[in-house]
């Protein structure tokens, strides 16, 4: 990205899903809803065991599963999270339907679930954006709604809407590239883009599937709401590596982008559309592919953005946490300290992994740290189905 006029990543917003639950809380709620299902299934076996299976189940979700320390709570906007009486359920009435509803019903609730979300992330005095940009790839529904929104708002002589789905945990860095297109196309020195993700992961459990690796994608994933404006920055010139002037609004200034798809990766990460819910493959290989480029990746995207490799060993980096060991494995191999990585693990720790909307998290989290001084360069990396690897270069200020 390249720009005479400096590109302002700021004004986060984030909508908390209403139901907290804690690291046991999730583990014997997974177990029930597992015992339920298999139960369900093997309804005509007299001599099957629902409570041994329970257990066993429980000592698998602790086994491969995050731990508690490692992510503390998930949070779900559905009413039926860890509620274990299954009976008379809408979204998971495993008694009578083991894998739980279908698709059609889980995208009717997550239309509804993101037009309150959206709601509330919009004030009533609101100005209208010129760009709506929704990411999401954990539910659709068309109108969408930003486009409910728009049309409530009355916003539809004033507000464009793009609907950027379906590329995983990553699609925040290419939306906002998109966003920056949209500001260089635009004369208006005022333009402003919004960025709003509506992830809600937690929609998606399918309770007959007990595969280690279903066991971890279960007890990771949650939900997530947040929106951000993308305008032009009030710098009047960007120096290298040092801001010329400052600004009152605190937030990054944009310095560039890189994608890469790293080879022989495409079984790796999944994210495909089943009966009874997205269906996800989250493989092993997934942190030593990673590993296998992230050095020549970082030195291509300092490159990118006119810097050199080692202006990145004292940055503050923003990680998705796609899981506990992706953290773990980009810590020893970039030999980080740990202040480096504190704002991905805590999101990881309080609020699980989010889908596209934990980066913004994260971002959200470090602007709050006062320990983290103006002009301090902000390495932000993502991972997501291909397998593709994203970064961006953004100072803080």
């Not at 065991?49 to 320390?69: C, L, T, V």
């Not at 339907?97 to 009533?124: C, I, Q, W």
């Not at 503050?316 to 899981?323: E, K, M, N, T, W």
Request: charge should be negative; aromatic fraction near 8%; proline fraction near 6%.
């Amino acid at each position: 990205m390249r720009s005479s006029s400096p590109l302002f990543l700021h004004n986060f917003r984030i909508h908390l899903p209403k139901n907290l639950g804690t690291h046991e809380q999730n583990v014997q709620w997974l177990a029930a809803a597992h015992a339920q299902a298999e139960a369900t299934l093997r309804k005509d076996e007299p001599d099957f065991d629902q409570s041994a299976f329970r257990r066993q189940i429980e000592r698998y979700i602790r086994r491969f599963g995050p731990s508690p320390e490692a992510v503390g709570g998930r949070r779900s906007d559905i009413d039926e999270f860890l509620d274990e009486e299954f009976e008379n359920k809408k979204l998971f009435p495993l008694h009578q339907k083991p894998e739980g509803a279908g698709l059609g019903l889980r995208m009717d609730v997550f239309a509804e679930m993101a037009d309150n979300a959206v709601k509330s992330l919009y004030t009533t005095d609101e100005a209208a954006p010129n760009e709506i940009l929704h990411v999401t790839c954990t539910g659709y529904a068309s109108p969408s709604a930003p486009q409910k929104l728009v049309e409530q708002r009355q916003w539809n002589e004033q507000t464009h809407i793009t609907h950027v789905y379906h590329m995983g945990c990553y699609a925040s860095l290419p939306a906002i590239r998109i966003a920056a297109g949209y500001l260089a196309s635009s004369n208006s020195p005022d333009v402003r883009a919004d960025l709003v993700h509506t992830e809600i992961c937690t929609l998606h459990l399918n309770p007959t599937r007990h595969d280690a690796e279903q066991l971890v994608v279960q007890s990771l994933f949650a939900d997530g709401y947040v929106r951000y404006s993308l305008t032009r920055s009030p710098l009047v010139e960007l120096a290298r590596g040092e801001l010329v002037e400052s600004v009152e609004t605190a937030g990054f200034i944009l310095l560039g982008f890189l994608e890469r798809l790293i080879p022989d990766s495409l079984p790796d990460i999944g994210w495909i559309p089943g009966d009874f819910g997205m269906r996800m493959t989250l493989s092993r290989h997934v942190p030593d592919k990673i590993a296998a480029v992230l050095e020549s990746f970082l030195i291509a995207l300092a490159a990118e953005c006119g810097l050199a490799r080692e202006d990145l060993n004292n940055a503050v980096y923003a990680v998705h946490p796609g899981g506990p060991r992706i953290l773990d494995k980009v810590s020893e191999w970039l030999h980080l300290e740990p202040s480096q990585l504190q704002a991905s693990r805590k999101v990881l720790l309080e609020r699980g992994n989010m889908s596209s909307a934990t980066l913004p998290h994260i971002w959200a989290g470090i602007l709050e740290d006062t320990t983290v001084p103006s002009n301090t360069l902000i390495v932000s990396l993502a991972f997501g189905p291909g397998l593709t690897i994203y970064g961006s270069l953004m100072r803080r200020v």
